[in-house]
Protein backbone atom coordinates (compact mmCIF):
# COMPACT_ATOMS: atom_id res chain seq x y z
CA UNK A 1 0.00 0.00 0.00
CA UNK A 2 3.08 2.40 0.54
CA UNK A 3 4.26 1.88 -3.24
CA UNK A 4 3.91 3.96 -6.10
CA UNK A 5 3.92 2.09 -9.37
CA UNK A 6 6.27 3.94 -12.36
CA UNK A 7 5.41 3.57 -15.94
CA UNK A 8 6.89 2.91 -18.61
CA UNK A 9 10.44 2.17 -17.16
CA UNK A 10 12.32 3.80 -20.47
CA UNK A 11 10.89 6.33 -22.98
CA UNK A 12 11.82 7.53 -26.93
CA UNK A 13 9.85 10.43 -27.60
CA UNK A 14 10.85 12.37 -30.73
CA UNK A 15 12.15 16.10 -30.77
CA UNK A 16 8.67 18.51 -30.65
CA UNK A 17 6.35 15.40 -29.59
CA UNK A 18 4.39 15.17 -25.81
CA UNK A 19 5.95 12.87 -23.72
CA UNK A 20 3.74 11.03 -20.86
CA UNK A 21 5.04 9.23 -17.65
CA UNK A 22 2.58 7.88 -15.38
CA UNK A 23 2.38 6.82 -12.00
CA UNK A 24 -0.14 5.03 -9.68
CA UNK A 25 -0.55 4.40 -5.96
CA UNK A 26 -3.15 2.93 -3.58
CA UNK A 27 -2.40 4.68 -0.10
CA UNK A 28 -5.46 7.63 -0.46
CA UNK A 29 -3.94 9.30 2.70
CA UNK A 30 -1.13 10.64 0.20
CA UNK A 31 -1.84 14.12 0.22
CA UNK A 32 1.29 15.31 -1.97
CA UNK A 33 2.45 14.06 -5.62
CA UNK A 34 6.05 15.83 -6.53
CA UNK A 35 7.86 15.05 -9.68
CA UNK A 36 11.38 15.13 -9.93
CA UNK A 37 14.04 15.26 -12.64
CA UNK A 38 17.73 13.70 -12.60
CA UNK A 39 20.52 14.43 -15.19
CA UNK A 40 23.09 12.46 -15.30
CA UNK A 41 25.57 12.75 -12.41
CA UNK A 42 23.45 15.06 -10.60
CA UNK A 43 20.57 14.43 -7.90
CA UNK A 44 17.13 14.87 -8.02
CA UNK A 45 15.19 18.20 -8.42
CA UNK A 46 12.18 19.05 -7.92
CA UNK A 47 10.32 19.72 -10.81
CA UNK A 48 6.61 20.07 -10.27
CA UNK A 49 3.80 19.03 -7.43
CA UNK A 50 0.75 19.00 -6.88
CA UNK A 51 -1.63 18.04 -3.99
CA UNK A 52 -5.06 15.62 -4.82
CA UNK A 53 -7.88 18.94 -4.29
CA UNK A 54 -6.35 19.90 -7.88
CA UNK A 55 -7.01 18.12 -11.39
CA UNK A 56 -4.02 19.15 -12.98
CA UNK A 57 -1.00 21.79 -13.03
CA UNK A 58 0.56 23.27 -15.36
CA UNK A 59 4.30 25.21 -15.01
CA UNK A 60 5.54 25.93 -18.47
CA UNK A 61 5.41 22.97 -20.65
CA UNK A 62 5.28 20.09 -18.19
CA UNK A 63 1.57 19.49 -16.77
CA UNK A 64 1.05 16.99 -14.03
CA UNK A 65 -2.69 15.46 -14.67
CA UNK A 66 -4.59 13.95 -11.29
CA UNK A 67 -7.08 11.36 -11.13
CA UNK A 68 -8.11 11.22 -7.49
CA UNK A 69 -11.14 8.39 -8.35
CA UNK A 70 -8.18 5.96 -10.51
CA UNK A 71 -5.45 6.70 -8.04
CA UNK A 72 -3.48 7.89 -10.75
CA UNK A 73 -1.05 11.02 -11.71
CA UNK A 74 1.28 11.37 -14.75
CA UNK A 75 3.39 14.32 -16.09
CA UNK A 76 3.26 15.12 -19.25
CA UNK A 77 6.26 17.33 -21.35
CA UNK A 78 4.65 19.32 -24.30
CA UNK A 79 7.15 19.99 -27.22
CA UNK A 80 9.52 17.76 -25.83
CA UNK A 81 13.33 19.04 -26.50
CA UNK A 82 16.56 17.26 -25.76
CA UNK A 83 17.35 18.68 -22.71
CA UNK A 84 14.63 17.26 -21.33
CA UNK A 85 16.41 13.84 -21.42
CA UNK A 86 17.14 12.83 -17.86
CA UNK A 87 15.23 10.52 -15.86
CA UNK A 88 11.73 11.25 -14.36
CA UNK A 89 10.69 10.45 -10.35
CA UNK A 90 7.65 10.55 -9.17
CA UNK A 91 6.84 10.50 -5.85
CA UNK A 92 4.13 11.10 -2.83
CA UNK A 93 4.05 11.63 1.01
CA UNK A 94 0.84 11.47 3.22
CA UNK A 95 0.06 13.85 6.66
CA UNK A 96 3.13 15.31 8.67
CA UNK A 97 5.76 11.86 7.57
CA UNK A 98 7.99 14.26 5.37
CA UNK A 99 9.54 11.38 4.02
CA UNK A 100 8.56 10.63 0.53
CA UNK A 101 7.71 7.51 -1.46
CA UNK A 102 9.17 7.10 -4.25
CA UNK A 103 8.44 5.80 -8.18
CA UNK A 104 11.14 3.52 -9.92
CA UNK A 105 11.91 6.15 -11.97
CA UNK A 106 11.63 6.63 -15.91
CA UNK A 107 14.61 7.12 -18.56
CA UNK A 108 13.56 9.64 -20.73
CA UNK A 109 15.57 10.07 -24.37
CA UNK A 110 14.23 12.79 -27.11
CA UNK A 111 15.54 12.26 -30.35
CA UNK A 112 16.39 15.22 -32.15
CA UNK B 1 23.53 29.10 -0.44
CA UNK B 2 26.04 26.55 -1.73
CA UNK B 3 23.21 24.48 -1.37
CA UNK B 4 23.95 20.16 -0.12
CA UNK B 5 27.51 19.39 -0.28
CA UNK B 6 28.50 16.04 -0.17
CA UNK B 7 31.88 14.52 -0.06
CA UNK B 8 33.82 13.08 -1.65
CA UNK B 9 32.59 13.20 -5.24
CA UNK B 10 33.92 9.70 -5.85
CA UNK B 11 35.18 7.23 -3.28
CA UNK B 12 37.45 3.38 -4.96
CA UNK B 13 37.47 1.07 -1.77
CA UNK B 14 38.79 -2.17 -1.26
CA UNK B 15 36.76 -4.97 -0.34
CA UNK B 16 36.21 -4.36 3.66
CA UNK B 17 37.68 -1.25 4.13
CA UNK B 18 35.95 0.90 6.52
CA UNK B 19 34.01 4.13 4.23
CA UNK B 20 33.36 7.25 5.50
CA UNK B 21 30.37 9.87 3.34
CA UNK B 22 29.87 13.32 4.54
CA UNK B 23 26.76 15.65 3.72
CA UNK B 24 26.77 19.00 4.97
CA UNK B 25 22.65 20.13 4.70
CA UNK B 26 21.35 23.67 3.66
CA UNK B 27 21.47 25.61 6.65
CA UNK B 28 18.40 26.30 8.07
CA UNK B 29 16.82 22.93 7.01
CA UNK B 30 15.93 20.71 9.59
CA UNK B 31 15.64 17.56 8.07
CA UNK B 32 18.28 15.26 6.15
CA UNK B 33 18.00 11.82 4.07
CA UNK B 34 20.58 9.62 2.96
CA UNK B 35 19.40 7.76 -0.41
CA UNK B 36 21.33 5.19 -2.28
CA UNK B 37 21.01 4.92 -5.76
CA UNK B 38 21.51 1.61 -8.23
CA UNK B 39 20.19 0.79 -11.79
CA UNK B 40 18.61 -2.92 -10.03
CA UNK B 41 17.19 -1.31 -7.03
CA UNK B 42 16.20 2.60 -8.23
CA UNK B 43 16.31 5.57 -5.29
CA UNK B 44 16.44 3.96 -2.05
CA UNK B 45 15.52 5.83 1.15
CA UNK B 46 18.72 4.44 3.88
CA UNK B 47 17.65 6.88 6.86
CA UNK B 48 16.39 10.01 7.57
CA UNK B 49 16.85 12.61 10.45
CA UNK B 50 14.59 15.08 11.76
CA UNK B 51 16.53 18.23 14.51
CA UNK B 52 19.71 15.53 13.98
CA UNK B 53 17.42 13.04 15.60
CA UNK B 54 17.12 9.94 13.48
CA UNK B 55 13.51 9.00 12.30
CA UNK B 56 13.41 6.11 10.61
CA UNK B 57 16.34 3.92 9.68
CA UNK B 58 14.37 0.62 8.21
CA UNK B 59 15.85 1.50 4.89
CA UNK B 60 19.54 1.18 6.38
CA UNK B 61 20.26 -2.16 4.76
CA UNK B 62 22.37 -4.65 7.37
CA UNK B 63 24.55 -3.40 10.61
CA UNK B 64 27.55 -2.96 8.07
CA UNK B 65 25.78 0.76 7.63
CA UNK B 66 25.42 3.42 10.26
CA UNK B 67 24.58 6.61 10.25
CA UNK B 68 24.96 10.19 12.75
CA UNK B 69 24.13 14.09 12.53
CA UNK B 70 26.09 15.10 15.23
CA UNK B 71 25.30 18.61 14.43
CA UNK B 72 22.70 20.48 12.23
CA UNK B 73 25.43 21.05 9.82
CA UNK B 74 26.61 17.51 9.59
CA UNK B 75 25.71 13.97 8.75
CA UNK B 76 27.88 10.70 7.80
CA UNK B 77 27.17 7.29 6.61
CA UNK B 78 29.81 4.94 7.37
CA UNK B 79 29.67 1.33 5.94
CA UNK B 80 32.05 -0.91 7.97
CA UNK B 81 33.50 -3.32 6.33
CA UNK B 82 32.28 -2.54 2.73
CA UNK B 83 31.53 -4.93 0.61
CA UNK B 84 31.02 -4.84 -3.74
CA UNK B 85 27.31 -5.23 -3.66
CA UNK B 86 27.63 -1.50 -1.15
CA UNK B 87 28.52 0.04 -5.09
CA UNK B 88 26.19 3.02 -5.70
CA UNK B 89 25.83 6.58 -5.70
CA UNK B 90 24.94 8.06 -2.31
CA UNK B 91 22.78 10.79 -2.22
CA UNK B 92 22.18 13.64 0.88
CA UNK B 93 18.88 15.75 0.50
CA UNK B 94 17.78 18.30 3.07
CA UNK B 95 14.09 20.07 3.50
CA UNK B 96 12.38 22.75 5.50
CA UNK B 97 9.08 21.49 5.39
CA UNK B 98 6.70 24.41 4.93
CA UNK B 99 3.69 24.03 7.19
CA UNK B 100 0.10 24.69 5.96
CA UNK B 101 -3.24 24.61 8.55
CA UNK B 102 -3.03 21.01 8.19
CA UNK B 103 -0.75 18.03 8.14
CA UNK B 104 -2.73 17.80 4.70
CA UNK B 105 -1.48 21.06 3.34
CA UNK B 106 1.96 20.47 4.88
CA UNK B 107 4.66 19.70 1.77
CA UNK B 108 8.25 19.83 1.69
CA UNK B 109 10.86 19.90 -1.37
CA UNK B 110 14.19 17.58 -0.86
CA UNK B 111 17.02 19.11 -2.10
CA UNK B 112 19.85 16.72 -3.39
CA UNK B 113 23.56 16.82 -3.24
CA UNK B 114 25.50 16.09 -6.51
CA UNK B 115 26.02 12.47 -4.44
CA UNK B 116 29.34 10.50 -3.88
CA UNK B 117 30.19 7.14 -6.32
CA UNK B 118 31.38 4.82 -4.36
CA UNK B 119 33.14 1.91 -5.80
CA UNK B 120 34.25 -1.27 -4.03
CA UNK B 121 36.61 -3.70 -5.21
Known amino acids: QQQVKQSPQSLIVQKGGISIINCAYENTAFDYFPWYQQFPGKGPALLIA???DVSEKKEGRFTISFNKSAKQFSLHIMDSQPGDSATYFCAAKYGSNYQLIWGAGTKLIIKP | DAGVIQSPRHEVTEMGQEVTLRCKPISGHDYLFWYRQTMMRGLELLIY????????DSGMPEDRFSAKMPNASFSTLKIQPSEPRDSAVYFC???????????????????FGPGTRLTVL
Open chain 2, 49 to 56: FNNNVPID
Open chain 1, 50 to 52: IRP
Open chain 2, 93 to 111: ASSFPRLGTSPRTSYNEQF
